[in-house]
């Protein structure tokens, strides 16, 4: 499995910016894909995730109505919308799939390099 981030930058507080993960590997839809982030001097954290086979969705609070995942299946990528940008939302965003849980514990199986995003 082979997972590519790109879409990260600079912006400034308020703006907005849209992250995409180009997923290779999977077969069928039944895996997870989810956003995590890592800031420095702080712990991987989960910021949204998103079951292929199904569509539900998960949100970690402090964005849940800014952030939106998606995920286009034809096309093999996840997607995360990401509004109302806060200087606290800078770090480095992963994309990351599992085919075997589906939740916000940075335990998957299967990560990209990562993206940065900085907010200022």
């Known amino acids: 499995v082979q997972l590519v981030e790109s879409g990260g930058g600079s912006v400034e507080a308020g703006g907005s910016l849209r992250l995409s993960c180009g997923a290779s590997?999977?077969?069928?839809?039944?895996?997870?894909m989810g956003w995590f982030r890592q800031a420095p001097g702080k712990e991987r954290e989960g910021v949204a995730v998103?079951?292929?086979?199904?569509?539900?969705?998960d949100y970690a609070d402090r964005v849940k109505g800014r952030f939106t995942i998606s995920a286009d299946i034809a096309k093999n990528t996840l997607y995360l919308q990401m509004n109302s940008l806060k200087p606290e939302d800078t770090a480095m965003y992963y994309c990351?799939?599992?085919?075997?849980?589906?939740?916000?514990?940075?335990?998957?199986?299967?990560w990209g390099q990562g993206t940065q995003v900085t907010v200022s």
């Open positions: 990351a799939a599992d085919g075997r849980r589906c939740d916000l514990s940075p335990s998957y199986q299967h």
């Open positions: 590997g999977y077969s069928g839809t039944a895996y997870c």
């Open positions: 998103v079951y292929a086979g199904g569509g539900s969705t």
